[in-house]
Nanobody
């Protein structure tokens, strides 16, 4: 089993930046693609970004392209989401997730394709 713990959320003004971390324990994340999702109040959880096992391939939802960067450090068993130029509409609880053996973008953007989830971290962007 993989346990995932997100951190780095908080309150930031529009235009600011945050870096989210997703620390894994229990197993190495080398065999897992990692994804970030978010859920705003009253809305469904949505895909934000994903990264392949090796880190060579990254995927983003259109609304965060250029502004957000997903990365991973397998040696530290941690994935990251660097968020720049934040907007009020980015306000949500952000979740990281792990999918064993990775997959295509079609799979990695789908919530039910992931095996493990963190508890989430709140990101609030004020205008």
């Amino acid at each position: 089993q993989v346990q995932l713990v997100e951190s780095g959320g908080g309150l930031v003004q529009a235009g600011g930046s945050l870096r989210l971390s997703c620390a894994a324990s229990g197993r190495t994340i080398e065999n897992y693609a990692m994804g970030w999702f978010r859920q705003a109040p009253g809305k469904e959880r949505e895909f934000v970004a994903a990264i392949s096992l090796s880190g060579d391939n990254t995927y983003y939802t259109d609304s965060v392209k250029v502004r957000f960067t997903i990365s991973r450090d397998n040696a530290k068993n941690t994935a990251y989401l660097q968020m720049n130029s934040l907007k009020p509409e980015d306000t949500a609880v952000y979740y990281c997730a792990a999918r064993l053996y990775g997959g295509s973008y079609y799979r990695l953007r789908r919530i039910n394709e992931y095996d493990h989830w963190g508890q989430g971290t709140q990101v609030t962007v004020s205008s």
